[in-house]
């Protein structure tokens, strides 16, 4: 759960099979991890996560905490991993609703285990979430009859007005590798039942690979191509036009994206616009993506009210009271002053049952309170009218 919910990195190529810790076999760490035959009546109704294939270092450090790239990986010595997730943590049942497992490749056993100790640290540094308005609690739990070292943890997260989501991540050391499961519920006993089960079935799942014994094909991820969702409104009829922010406005790129790029990389579907200029504003940046959940929404929404509220990068933030718009409305205006040169951000995001709709304008001039009301007004009419009310 910690090392979620970032913008997420470009998708990076596979490497090849990689040597075993042993030597003595190659292992295809595209066959690893559990595929959804195997994860047991818990998984038989959930549906592949656009975030499984090739977790590059710079996919991973994009879902990490605090200052971590892709560079600082490799000094680690990760070299890849591959991920199959199955389902979503945003559920209204009380059962499991995510599995995830994982195998990641470092150079050398001693790589392997300062690998575990980092990403131990990464799950317990909760400081860049409290700022977002996510409250993170822990429990410790047990792994037995899994190799060592390893750890687990019962993640507890909240939002104000929220319920709350369980999870338990856990990984533990095969020799160059570390072996990683997440599985989350809507009760904190479903996460922690399974997971030893999980981890067991992925470890033995491992032992075969090492012993040259596990044959077959990669699970067929078999991605939907980006575009709008099977049913409901098309988020491309909510973007703002060039008429909306008035002349002159130039659309610079408009079109679905892969959800694995977006805000919310469980999103079914998702739509980016940039606008270069945007009538007052000198650019304009929208995302408008779609949720299998209204509770996902709540939360992503929160997370980046949250994320750009914490962004002002030496400016000065400014909430902007949003009270009349509706759509769960979230304002701000960011000025940022450097000798006599002045620029300003208007940001608003919005919400709309499994909708969620956020953008950022910039201008180099200053912005008022008003411009991000009018931007917000503006917003909030196309998804109105595009989305029914619920």
């Known amino acids: 759960m910690v090392r979620r919910g970032a913008l997420v990195a470009a998708f990076v190529a596979l490497l090849l099979p990689a040597s075993s810790a042993s030597g003595a076999s190659q292992i295809r760490l595209e066959l690893l991890p559990l595929p959804k035959a195997a994860l047991g009546q818990a998984g038989h109704s959930l549906s592949l996560a656009p975030d499984s294939g090739v977790d590059s270092n710079e996919h991973s450090a994009s879902q990490a905490t605090g200052n971590v790239t892709a560079a600082r990986l490799k000094r680690l010595g990760r070299i890849s991993g591959y991920l199959l997730d199955f389902g979503t943590p945003f559920s209204d049942s009380p059962a499991v609703s995510e599995i995830q497992t994982e195998v990641e490749h470092y150079r050398s056993p001693a790589a392997a285990g300062k690998g575990l100790g980092f990403w131990r640290k990464q799950e317990l540094d909760v400081r860049a979430l409290k700022q977002f308005g996510l409250h993170v609690s822990f429990q410790k739990v047990v792994l037995p009859n899994v190799p060592r070292p390893n750890w687990a943890y019962l993640t507890i997260g909240r939002l104000h007005g929220l319920r709350a989501i369980y999870g338990v991540d856990a990984q533990m050391v095969e020799g160059a590798y570390l072996l990683d499961v997440s599985i989350a519920a809507g009760s904190p006993g479903a996460a922690k039942r399974l997971v030893p089960v999980i981890a067991q079935k992925l470890d033995r799942r491992f032992g075969l690979a090492r012993q ?97 509220a914490h962004s002002g990068g030496g400016g000065t933030a400014i909430p902007v009271d949003l009270s009349g718009v509706g759509d769960d409305a979230f304002g701000e205006l960011l000025q940022i002053t450097i000798g006599s040169n002045s620029a300003s951000e208007a940001i608003v995001v919005l919400s709309r049952g499994k909708y969620l709709d956020f953008v950022v304008a910039a201008a180099n001039a200053k912005l008022s309170a008003a411009d991000v009301q009018s931007l917000a007004h503006t917003a909030a009419h196309r998804l109105d009218a595009a989305v029914p009310s619920a």
């Open 212 to 308: 040259g014994r596990l044959h077959g094909k990669p699970f067929k991820l078999s991605r939907p191509r980006p575009g709008p969702p099977a049913h409901g409104p098309k988020p491309s009829r909510i973007a703002l036009t060039r008429g909306d922010v008035g002349s002159p406005a130039t659309v610079r790129h408009a079109g679905y994206v892969s959800p694995r790029n977006a805000f919310d990389e469980y999103a079914t579907s998702a739509y980016d616009l940039a606008m270069v200029p945007a009538g007052a504003f000198g650019d304009l940046q929208q995302e408008v993506s779609v949720a299998e959940s209204a509770l996902e929404v709540k939360y992503f929404a929160a997370l980046a009210a949250g994320a750009f």
